[in-house]
């Protein structure tokens, strides 16, 4: 069974730090996995797709990698500004088979204080 | 290009009433999903469907809930009798067919739902 985990939970940074957020999963058999941002009582932005075949994602300020055989995916954040405050989570889609529903972590709270 | 649209954004009923939620999702998204997200957790499935077919619905607690998407496009979820531990965010999302290859999901703002 495929779980997600992610690491740390909570995070508070000063302004213009580089941060790294850690995703983990149990099972690399993956087709993708996605990092959202949600802000409070909002809905879930997209942020980064990777595709199981890709090493990283880029836009902008954000870098996504993947090491799908350890089961690891980082979300680098260069240069972090206060409106980054969100939670991040990820979420992984399963392989193939009729099991297409994404599998997600909990997320980590991001702070970044001026 | 507009995103996934829900509405409303925001319900308050008492206990034992219906309720529903609406979802347009992106124009030419095949798949639509319908989840709850309570405070603190991740979204948790409750239905997906491809085209009009929901193919996924393992999750619905379908004793209480319900959900249509007769004509493929946007959707409905319904709760009938709702109870106090059905207070939650209810989220819509849509992605293209998975048979292109391109699965990349995307949410609208959901429905804050509280039950009292």
């Known amino acids: 069974k495929q779980e997600v985990t992610q690491i740390p939970a909570a995070l508070s940074v000063p302004e213009g730090e580089n941060l790294v957020l850690n995703c983990s999963f149990t099972d690399s058999a993956i087709y993708n996995l996605q990092w959202f941002r949600q802000d409070p009582g909002k809905g879930l932005t997209s942020l980064l797709l990777i595709q199981s075949s890709q090493r990283e994602q880029t836009s902008g300020r954000l870098n996504a990698s993947l090491d799908k055989s350890s089961g690891r995916s980082t979300l680098y954040i260069a240069a972090s500004q206060p409106g980054d405050s969100a939670t991040y989570l990820c979420?992984?889609?399963?392989?193939?088979?009729?099991?297409?529903?994404?599998?997600w972590g909990l997320g980590t709270s991001l702070a970044v204080n001026p | 290009e507009a995103g996934v649209v829900q509405s409303p954004r925001y319900k308050i009923i008492e206990k034992k009433q219906p309720v529903a939620f609406w979802c347009n999702p992106i124009s030419g998204h095949n798949t639509l999903y319908w989840y709850r997200q309570n405070l603190g957790q991740g979204p948790e499935l409750l239905i997906r469907y491809e085209n009009e077919e929901a193919v996924d619905d393992s999750q619905l607690p379908k004793d209480r809930f319900s959900a249509e998407r007769l004509k493929g496009v946007d959707s409905t979820l319904k709760i009938q009798p709702a109870e106090l531990g059905d207070s939650a965010v209810y989220l819509c999302a849509s992605s293209p067919l998975w048979g292109g290859g391109n699965t990349e999901a995307f949410f609208g703002q959901g429905t804050r739902l509280t039950v009292v």
């Open positions: 979420a992984v889609n399963p392989e193939s088979g009729n099991n297409r529903k994404l599998i």
